[in-house]
Structure formats: structure tokens, C-alpha cells
């Protein structure tokens, strides 16, 4: 594992953005694994400014996010499929065919589930998997002590997820109580994930994932098992591992 030490959260968008960057320019047709949040934002920014630029080419690529609530329907300003289209991909030359969001409506969320599951596969895998960190250590919906056997599957959010993500509704009794989430299976049969963390609030939640025991109570720590990871986090996210690890810090 990497850990990429930046200054603030405009340096690790740049940061994390410029592997993106190199992934596509290497590969065009990559297969990019994506995230929501606010974490991710900055990169989103600063890719499609890069695009404006004419420095990177979308045209080629496919990508695949990670999760979506169960019952917002893609025109939901809360939707992760309206995020997905309003930061990044209506400002990008991407084929909106080769964009892939869970279906939060489906009738039947199981069968959706395994769609996810199939499309992923018959993309041949994902190239690059792009990961926020939630403040219970949840990676896309994956929250603390589920098995981490699972392929795309059905969660229960928990409450601190909820309440953490209701800022961007109305109110707390907004927030969809269910998502459909590629599980921890599926996340690490990605071939490189690259992490983002940013701000103070993740300091102690990061230091468990990176360093403390690999177990279901902090989902992100199967990630010390991935053999490709890089984590780009700042000074502020990094202050806990600072303190405890200092020799993982470049
Ligand atoms: C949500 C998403 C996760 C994201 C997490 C952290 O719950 N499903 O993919 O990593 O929030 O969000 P933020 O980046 O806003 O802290």
C-alpha cells in the first residue's frame, strides 16, 4: 500500500486526479470504478478541467459506480446517479451508454444486483476503483460487520451513515434507509484502488482501516490485503496515522 501525503484538500483532488489521469491516458478504454461523497468532488473538477484542457480523452472509457440508494430515482438532486451526471459526466466526453449506476428503482433488487454483477465481469473487471472512506469505515455502502464475501448486494445504512449523510437532505427522515452497494467481493476484485481522505474527521477512521486489524468492525481494512492500493490523503486525515505510524508517511 501507498499512502500519499498531500497538503489540503485541493493538493490530494490533484493528487488523485493525476493517477486517474495517467490511468486513461495509458489506457484509454479503462474501466473506472467511481464514488460519491464529498471527498471525491475535487477530483471530479479537476478531471473535467484537465478534459477542457483537451488533455484527457473519455471517449473510450466505461465506468462503474459503486452504489445507489434504494427508491431515489435517477432524476433525484440526492440520487448518486444525479451526482455522477452533475459533477463529472455531463462536463465530459464519456458515452453516457458506457456509464453504469445501480438501479435504485429496480422491482426486483436482487435481480438488479446480479445485472451489476454480470456487467462488470463481461467489462472485464474493473481497472481502477476510486474509494472514499465513511466515518464508520464503510467502503460504497459496505458498513461495519457485514461478511466480506459479498458481491453487489442490498444494505441496511446505519444510523451514524444516515444521520452523516443527512445534510444533504431536507431531513434526517429523507434519507433512504436502504442502498444497493458493490460488496467488499466485489471492491477488491478490482485491479488497483485508489483511496481519497480528506479532514480531521477521518483521522482516527483512517488509522484503523490502514493499520489496525483487518475485520468486518472496519470494513476498509480488507484493504490491506489488495495487493495495488494508494491512498492521497491530507495533512488533516493523516494527523492520527502521523502520530502513530510516522514511518508509513512519504
Ligand atoms: C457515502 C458513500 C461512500 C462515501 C462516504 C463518505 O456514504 N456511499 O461511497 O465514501 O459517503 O462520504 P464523504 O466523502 O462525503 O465523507
Known sequence: MKIIRATE????????ANIISAQVILY????LGLAT??????????????????????????SV???????????HPQSYHYYMNENFFRHINIKPENTNVPNGLA??????????????????????????IGHTGHIGFNEPDQDFDKMTHKVKLNQKTIEANARFFNSVDEVPKYAITMGIKAIMQAKKILLVAN??????????????????????????????VTVVADEAALSVIQK????ALM
Open 37 to 62: 461523497g464529498s471527498t471525491p468532488l475535487g477530483v471530479y473538477r479537476q478531471l473535467v478541467d484537465w478534459f477542457r484542457k483537451g488533455d484527457i480523452d473519455f471517449s473510450k472509457v466505461h
Open 244 to 247: 502513530n505510524h510516522p514511518e
Open 107 to 132: 422491482e426486483d433488487i436482487d435481480a438488479e444486483c446480479a445485472r451489476y454483477d454480470k456487467l462488470i465481469a463481461d467489462l472485464g473487471g474493473i481497472d481502477l476503483q476510486l474509494l472514499g
Open 28 to 31: 484509454p478504454d479503462s474501466v
Open 199 to 228: 479532514g480531521e474527521g477521518k483521522a482516527e477512521i483512517l488509522d484503523r482501516a490502514l493499520f489496525g486489524p483487518v475485520a468486518p468492525a472496519v470494513p476498509a481494512s480488507i484493504l490491506q490485503l489488495h495487493p495495488d
Open 65 to 75: 459506480n459503486l452504489d445507489e440508494y434504494v427508491g431515489l430515482a435517477p432524476e
Open 9 to 16: 484538500y485541493n493538493d490530494m483532488s490533484r493528487k488523485a
